[in-house]
């Protein structure tokens, strides 16, 4: 049968589905040690708010039902969207009503929206590309465009810390903001290597977008104020020509599939249109197990004194389980910053970051090579870089027991790799 070039785009051998299904393969399998999903990690403190609000919910019959059995208007749940934009107010002094806040079913579809919006085909015959100023960069952008070529990613400045840390920043020298340019985006912290831009960097690209009369947008799934996932504490600023993506996954609801964005009203209009072509309307139970959180100021507690807390202390346990499984190896951690991740280095990998997947995974455990986190980011024949064959990504969200297990196998490949 016949299928349309939007179809062919849904391709299966698309690398990372094909990656994605290899690691749904594993997932539970006795035996298999998964450090390469993007669920957050089960606290139970947290998993037991979650499920106490939603038996209250299940009390409130009124409310239950509406939540259950009634559409939500196109741009999310509207107690919800009012309630937000009194707590950013209040938390951040950010100028904001509820027709700057919109409501998707998770921000893989926010993203799916905005770049399509900001990039592609234009009316005047340009074609238009989502700049990310910083590479690597998150998977889940890479098939998010509809047309082909649709990101332009640069290459950091990468600063060698202390004790095996080493740093990304963002090379101001090389970022070019030309015609090509519809958007930038930055994830913050970054997926998949933990960067946090600074405070210097966000202004910059922030003004540099607006110089070019660009929206900024910024994935901010695991910062401030929720789910503070982030080991800093600069309260993030919000501009009209900022589009500020928000999620409750990593807060502990990734299955129920909610995204949160700001931005100025025209655009927020825009999502609420697309979120009624593509799925009339988004859903109401995220929002309804956040809602209460958001106005006693729960939300803030589980973030504050639990979420961040819980990563902060197990990003450096693995830090030190993977110093001590790697001593003798030439290898570099990147500053643990925030998210949910580790990202290692192999300078002088002897295999690619695909193949050295494959050899731990024959051991048992699971990493996501990190070479698929260079979207945009062409081969440059004449100035080839390494670097992008030599990294892992590896989550240490998984159950702390396995951890040292994970970090150990990772030692011994990579030690065997380098005696050959
Ligand atoms: C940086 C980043 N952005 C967006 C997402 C998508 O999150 P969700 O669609 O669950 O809101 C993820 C998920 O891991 C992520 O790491």
């Known amino acids: 049968m016949q299928q349309s070039k939007f179809s062919q785009k849904f391709s299966d051998d698309l690398g990372v589905i094909q990656l994605m299904d290899d690691l749904g393969t594993y997932v539970g399998k006795p035996g298999y040690i998964m450090l390469g999903g993007g669920n957050p990690a089960r606290i139970p403190d947290v998993e037991a708010y979650f499920q106490q609000a939603t038996a209250e919910l299940l009390e409130d019959e009124d409310r239950f039902k509406s939540i259950i059995g009634t559409y939500s208007a196109p741009g999310g749940e509207n107690e919800f969207r009012a309630e937000l934009a009194r707590y950013l107010n209040e938390k951040y002094d950010w100028p904001i009503t509820a027709d700057n806040i919109s409501l998707t079913n998770g921000s893989q579809t926010t993203f799916f929206y905005l770049f399509n919006m900001f990039a592609g085909a234009f009316e005047d015959g340009s074609h238009k590309k989502i700049l990310l100023p910083i590479a690597p960069e998150y998977i889940g952008y890479k098939d998010a465009g509809l047309s082909p070529d649709m990101f332009r990613a640069v290459r950091p400045e990468i600063t060698l810390l202390e004790d095996n840390l080493f740093k990304y920043r963002v090379d101001f020298d090389a970022l070019e903001v030309g015609e090509d340019v519809g958007a930038i985006c930055v994830s913050r912290p970054t997926n998949p290597t933990g960067n946090v831009l600074d405070g210097d960097e966000m202004a910059q690209l922030s003004q540099l977008a607006k110089d070019h009369n660009l929206p900024f947008i910024v994935d901010n799934a695991y910062g401030l104020p929720f789910p503070n996932i982030i080991f800093s504490d600069e309260a993030p600023t919000w501009e009209p020509h900022m589009i500020m993506c928000m999620s409750l996954s990593k807060l502990g609801l990734p299955g129920l599939r909610t995204g949160i964005i700001i931005a100025n009203e025209a655009i927020t209009r825009k999502i609420e249109s697309m979120n009624a072509v593509i799925s009339l309307a988004p859903g109401s139970l995220g929002p309804a197990l956040a809602l209460n959180g958001l106005k006693t100021g729960a939300i803030n507690r589980l973030s504050d004194n639990l979420i961040r807390p819980y990563y902060e202390k197990t990003v450096w346990e693995m830090v030190s389980f993977l110093r001590t499984s790697l001593e003798g190896v030439d290898f570099y951690i990147h500053k643990p910053e925030g998210a949910i991740f580790v990202w290692l280095w192999f300078p002088n990998l002897p295999i690619t970051s695909q193949e050295l997947y494959e050899k731990l995974r024959d051991r048992g455990v ?3 090579p990190g070479e698929h986190f260079f979207p945009g980011l062409p081969e440059d024949e004449s100035n080839p870089w390494q670097h992008r064959y030599e990294c892992i990504r590896v989550s240490y ?24």
Do not use: R
């Open 366 to 368: 699971l990493v996501i």
């Open 397 to 420: 969200a998984a159950d702390p027991d396995l951890l040292q297990q994970g970090a150990q196998i990772i030692g011994e490949v990579v030690k065997q790799l380098s005696a050959k």
